[in-house]
């Protein structure tokens, strides 16, 4: 009974939706980079997490140890994430190029626990904040409706990104090589696509797409190596939900997975909150594995 | 009595049957002898109670890692849930041990065979996915048992955790690291010998086809959906028995160990060892749970140092690193894992002045 009449309460219903939506435009944040690795080479990416991690941290110690200014941190993070994607390509993923899959993943996985390891050692398990330098004007204010200028800043980054990454896959050269790598390396091989350059060039891109996040992620909820990580795994249930090739269905996938979670949390019990999303994750892999909006594999032998 | 066959200078096997005997030797079957008289009689006596501790730890994490490795080695269906499945096994063991009261035996058997349902609950997606999103269907699977672990209190008593009665096998109060030993390593060595026949019969060559090319695999007639759930349960099997036996050793069971972590502390332990191998397995439980031990002798004994134990502290996280890194590190050089180099090794001397 007491559930019914909380589900009535119209305040009640408005303030989880929208507390939803902005965990949800989180997540949506977060599997961007992930889409990108995936569309691009079609690996599963484990280390997610830590790459935004690690994209936070480059910002954390520019801006606020070496006290440089915002703007020029801020593009230092870029150049240096950019260069770290092709460090972390060169070294690690470079050697295991026309191997099976199911090594690359695993690569991944060791990547993450070696990532989180380091990160840990050298910056502590604590939680780190930014100093407030979003403009205050960024604010939008609708009635009783009050949207901080993170979100606005992440909202237009958001259609930023969906909007270039659109034509970059659709148009440009680079991008259709890029998705002729993810769909079979060897026939992209032997077609002459410069497999290693476009591998190179994705995970240089996608670590910077990460870090981009991870220095939003920060100014939302501070960062904490640990919280960061957990994020990097609930990135799985919000792509296969929204399909893993598409960045719009991330964006949508995330949405969902969010305002599920506080829903859950609010009208259910708030220690399910934490696993709802892989337990849909599970359903949607028994329906409609593709997703929402994820290319149908059709195999042919 | 027929000749000896000693090492020849390569494999030469002119019949079926040679292809499948597990000693290509007669010398290679000695030294299994001699190996179990080393296990059994040797190392119990002369090893001091905290190696022998150790050692029990590498035994069940060795069955454990079997167990992934028939999934992942000879399947070739990734699983990130072994940690809980692990868990599983030691809770079926621990609640059926104190709520109906079966015997040490019974209550170990029983939490793998219940593992083995839940293992093949979550392999149930394997119908429609991929390897690729197959390993996200176990991912999700490590969370939402790790869930349950901690809030199904009227059956697992959430983080209160667990105690165990005293194990006792044939009327002998089973105590003492010694009296496990024994109980450990007999287990382990029927259920290693089980997964080293497991992969010559029928099911041990469906896997591997499976593994090498499953369209390849059906269009010969396997059914590949019914041999990937039985990969699954027989792999659930021997990680629920570990944890079975491992929530008896303990004494007690809280649901902290069984995390995403402990999953990829079985991964890293098949990669290290090899993949699609059993004695790698065992390598790589030797490799990890020696290593374990040692980074958190290392954690003691800074700590005891005055001014050292910040070091002590940093070397905690240092220790998923090393992980992470030896994971890398085997994937990129040695993919077949401690296993080829234990081969290489041994052919070196077989071949010894000409060696390559």
Same mark, same amino acid.
């Given at each position: 009974m007491e559930f019914f009449l909380q589900l009535w309460n119209l305040e009640f219903f408005l303030q989880l939706l929208i507390q939803g939506l902005s965990v949800g435009f989180l997540y949506a944040l977060a599997a961007l980079g992930f889409v990108m690795i995936f569309k691009s080479s079609s690996v599963l990416n484990f280390a997610h997490g830590e790459l935004l991690a690690i994209g936070a941290f480059i910002f954390l110690a520019f801006s606020v140890w070496l006290k440089l200014p915002i703007y020029l941190s801020f593009l230092l993070t870029l150049v240096g994430s950019f260069a770290m994607g092709f460090v972390i390509e060169r070294l690690f993923l470079r050697p295991l190029?026309?191997?099976?899959l199911i090594e690359v993943i695993m690569l991944t996985v060791g990547l993450a626990a070696m990532f989180k390891g380091l990160l840990l050692v050298i910056f502590g398990g604590n939680l780190f904040n930014y100093p407030d330098f979003l403009p205050a004007g960024l604010t939008i204010k609708w009635g009783a409706i009050n949207i901080p200028p993170v979100y606005v800043a992440s909202f237009i980054i958001g259609i930023i990104f969906l909007s270039i990454f659109g034509f970059f896959f659709k148009y440009s050269s680079q991008g259709i090589y890029m998705r002729s790598v993810a769909d079979n390396q060897p026939a992209a091989l032997s077609l002459g696509v410069h497999v290693r350059r476009v591998f190179a060039m994705s995970w240089a891109i996608a670590a910077l797409v990460c870090a981009i996040s991870g220095v939003i992620l920060g100014i939302m909820n501070g960062i904490n190596v640990h919280d960061i990580s957990v994020l990097g795994l609930k990135v799985f249930p919000v792509v296969i939900l929204g399909g893993l090739e598409s960045i719009g269905g991330a964006i949508i996938g995330g949405l969902i997975i969010g305002i599920l979670e506080t829903f859950t949390g609010g009208y259910v019990s708030t220690s399910l909150k934490e696993v709802i999303p892989y337990i849909v994750l599970v359903f949607i892999l028994l329906v409609?594995?593709?997703?929402?909006?994820?290319l149908v594999e059709i195999e042919r032998v | 009595m027929r000749k000896l066959k000693l090492h020849p200078c390569g494999k030469f096997n002119e019949q079926y049957e040679e292809e499948l @005997?597990?000693?290509?030797?007669d010398f290679g079957r000695l030294w299994m002898w001699v190996g179990l008289f080393l296990l059994f009689v040797v190392i119990p006596f002369i090893c001091k109670p905290y190696l022998l501790y150790v050692i029990n730890h590498i035994g069940m994490a060795a069955i454990a890692a079997i167990g992934l490795n028939i999934l992942i080695?000879? @399947?070739g269906q990734i699983s990130l849930g072994h940690g809980a499945f692990f868990g599983v096994g030691a809770y079926a063991a621990a609640i059926l041990a104190t709520r109906v009261g079966f015997p040490f035996w019974l209550s170990v058997i029983s939490a793998g065979v219940i593992t083995a349902f839940v293992g093949v609950v979550f392999g149930i997606p394997s119908v429609r996915l991929k390897h690729l999103y197959l390993t996200i269907a176990t991912l999700a699977g490590q969370f939402i048992l790790q869930y349950l672990f901690v809030s199904w209190e009227s059956l697992t008593k959430g983080p209160e955790g667990i105690m165990l009665p005293r194990a006792s096998l044939f009327g002998l109060d089973v105590k003492g690291d010694r009296a496990f030993y024994y109980v450990i390593f007999v287990c382990f060595v029927i259920l290693a010998w089980v997964a080293v026949n497991l992969i010559r019969t029928r099911f041990g060559r469906a896997f591997i086809a499976i593994r090498d090319n499953d369209r390849a695999a059906e269009g010969m007639g396997i059914p590949i959906f019914k041999y990937k759930l039985i990969s699954f349960a027989i792999s659930s099997f021997y990680a629920g028995f570990a944890g079975g036996l491992a929530a008896y050793y303990i004494g007690s069971i809280t649901p902290e160990p069984y995390t995403l972590g402990l999953s990829v502390e079985y991964i890293a332990m098949i990669i290290i060892g090899g993949l699609g191998s059993i004695p790698g397995a065992v390598f790589g439980a030797i490799f990890i749970t020696a290593l374990n031990e040692i980074l958190s002798q290392a954690t003691q004994f800074f700590m005891n140092i005055e001014g050292l134990a910040k070091i002590a502290l940093t070397i905690a996280p240092l220790r998923e690193f090393v992980f992470g890194l030896a994971i890398v590190f085997f994937i990129i050089f040695?993919?077949?894992g401690l296993a080829e180099v234990w081969r290489i090794i041994r052919s070196g001397f077989r071949l010894w002045p000409f060696s390559y």
């Open positions: 190029i026309g191997e099976a409609k594995p593709y997703g929402l909006f994820g | @005997t597990i000693f290509s030797t080695g000879y @399947t040695e993919p077949k």
